[in-house]
Nanobody
Framework: QLQAFGGGLVQAGGSLRLSCAAS????????MGWFRQAPGKEREFVAA????????LYADSVKGRFTISRDNAKNTVYLQMNSLKAEDTAVYYC?????????????????WGQGTLVTVSS
């Protein structure tokens, strides 16, 4: 089970850190990802991290601004979001996958959190 939190309202240029806490299962063996869905749009990939934390992947739209990390001791994955833009406004979801190379492929994630809303005002 995954629970995402940390969303909120922030001005453009600001920062937020999202967290996704996992319970049950073997979190440390899962690849984890963040996806987002803006109103009227399909869910899109944001960032992913392998179980060891050594390999990360980012969407081009967030590269250099967002950082994904994980703390396996706390069963938590984070998404640090800096230099936020209005177009980052969306509901952000965390996903868990047993596939090491899940990456940007949403269908490879079988565990999903409930989503947390991020609103960036311009």
């Amino acid at each position: 089970q995954l629970q995402a939190f940390g969303g909120g309202l922030v001005q453009a240029g600001g920062s937020l850190r999202l967290s996704c806490a996992a319970s049950g299962g073997t979190f440390s063996s899962y690849s984890m990802g963040w996806f987002r869905q803006a109103p009227g749009k399909e869910r899109e990939f944001v960032a992913a991290i392998r179980w060891s934390g050594g390999t990360t992947l980012y969407a081009d739209s967030v590269k250099g601004r967002f950082t994904i990390s994980r703390d396996n001791a706390k069963n938590t994955v984070y998404l640090q979001m800096n230099s936020l833009k209005a177009e980052d406004t969306a509901v952000y979801y965390c996903g868990g996958s047993r596939f090491p190379s899940a990456g940007a492929t949403a269908s490879m994630y079988v565990y999903w959190g409930q989503g947390t809303l991020v609103t960036v005002s311009s």
